[in-house]
Every structure is written in structure tokens, then in C-alpha cells.
């Protein structure tokens, strides 16, 4: 099984609003990913966990903070946020040792800020 | 850092020909490539992926090719179908490096 959950599927929210993204794998993975994609473009990375620490966080602004409860569960808790952030937030999981590599991504939360 | 270029940004076949999508690499420590499908309103999907320590690798229509000395590899589709119609993602990942680089990605369009 490679599958990756998220929820919600989709989300509006307003500038004043706090909401959060959740993520969850069951593929024993220790690289758990959040990016951000627009449309027609790659998926733009904003942070990786391993080993439910954070590893690698690009330059993000603060109204997006992470958490990484476990090892299958990934939150993203956002708050005020700017229309411009709006666009399918996807989650997804990476082996990081014995020689696999792969990664796979969730179906995304569609998110639209007003 | 790895830089990840991909050719062409859009490209149209014909039912049952074949298609070409074409990546280049910049750092040689990279080991790893994945290609990704991405249907509209959906997450990218792991379809094909290739080591360094291989050349080619098939499964079905679908292939992948390596040249780690041109640092390139290549997406091959034979036999296109319209449901193969997406965008295609290219990507690299660095030996033992948690991040994963992208290409611009490749809007496949199969006419019936």
C-alpha cells in the first residue's frame, strides 16, 4: 500500500481564520514533506521531517507552522493568511534508508483564501 | 544546489505514438529520478523511477533511460492512449539528501 491521506480535500478560509491541513501514512516512511503547488507549476517544497524532526524548512513565512505528532502523522496549522497562498497543498512520504528512495504524494487540500 | 531542467513544456501526440520527455541534471551527486504523472485536481503519482547505478528501465509503455555522463534521463511513452494526457514531472534527489528537485513539468496532450 502507498497510499498518502489528507484532509480536508478542500478548505476556504478567511485572512482572519486558523485552520489546519492533516497528513497521514502508514508506510513506515521517516520523511514526511509539505509543499505548495500552483497552477502549472512542480510542487514548490516548504518542509520535510525526519525522524519527526524538522529537517529542512525553506524559508516559509510563520503564518504556516508544521507538527509531526508521530511517525505517519503530519499537521500543517496555518493562520493569517494571505490570499496569495492560496493553492493545493500536498503532503507526501519518503523511505530514508535501505537503499529505497521513493517518495509518494497525497491527493492535496485545495485551499482558497478570502 | 541540483538544478533540474525539462523539455518540452507542452507537447501534443497522436493516439498510438509514442512520446519523449527529456530532463537534464546539474550535480552529479544526485542518484536518483523519479518521474511523476499529475492529473488535474489530483496529487502527482509515482509512475517510473530510475537509479544511477542503471540505465534503462521498462514497465509496460512506459521507460526510462539514464545517461549519468550527459547527466539526462528520458520519459518514453509508447503507444499513447488519451487517458496518458497529464502533466509529467521530472525529478532528482540527491545520495542520502531528503529533498527531492524538480522540473518544470511537461503538459502531455494525446489527440484521439
Known amino acids: 500500500d502507498t497510499e498518502v491521506t489528507q484532509t480536508p480535500k478542500h478548505l476556504v478560509m478567511g485572512m482572519t481564520n486558523k485552520k489546519s491541513l492533516k497528513c497521514e501514512q502508514h508506510?513506515?516512511?521517516?520523511?514526511m514533506y509539505w509543499y505548495k503547488q500552483k497552477a502549472k507549476k512542480p510542487p514548490e517544497l516548504m518542509f520535510v521531517?525526519?525522524?519527526?524532526?524538522?529537517?529542512i524548512n525553506e524559508s516559509v513565512p510563520s503564518r504556516f507552522s508544521p507538527e509531526c505528532p508521530n511517525s505517519s502523522l503530519l499537521n500543517l496549522h496555518l493562520h493569517a493568511l494571505q490570499p496569495e497562498d492560496s493553492a493545493l497543498y500536498l503532503c507526501?512520504?519518503?523511505?530514508?534508508?535501505?537503499?529505497?528512495?521513493?517518495?509518494?504524494f497525497g491527493p492535496g487540500t485545495r485551499l482558497t483564501v478570502t | 544546489g541540483e538544478n533540474v531542467e525539462q523539455h518540452p513544456s507542452t507537447l501534443s501526440v497522436q493516439e498510438g505514438d509514442s512520446a519523449v520527455i527529456k530532463c537534464t541534471y546539474s550535480?552529479?551527486?544526485?542518484?536518483?529520478f523519479p518521474w511523476y504523472k499529475q492529473e488535474l485536481g489530483k496529487g502527482p503519482q509515482l509512475i517510473i523511477d530510475?537509479?544511477?547505478?542503471?540505465g534503462e528501465k521498462k514497465d509496460q509503455r512506459i521507460a526510462v533511460t539514464l545517461n549519468k555522463t550527459a547527466k539526462h534521463f528520458s520519459l518514453h511513452i509508447t503507444e499513447t492512449q488519451p487517458e496518458d494526457s497529464a502533466v509529467y514531472f521530472c525529478?532528482?534527489?540527491?545520495?542520502?539528501?531528503?529533498?527531492?528537485?524538480f522540473g518544470s513539468g511537461t503538459k502531455l496532450n494525446v489527440k484521439p
Open positions: 507526501a512520504s519518503a523511505q530514508t534508508s535501505g537503499g529505497r528512495n521513493e517518495q509518494y
Open positions: 508506510m513506515g516512511h521517516r520523511a
Open positions: 521531517y525526519s525522524y519527526e524532526k524538522l529537517s
Open positions: 550535480d552529479s551527486a544526485s542518484n536518483y
Open positions: 530510475i537509479r544511477s547505478n542503471v
Open positions: 525529478a532528482a534527489r540527491i545520495y542520502n539528501f531528503n529533498k527531492f528537485y
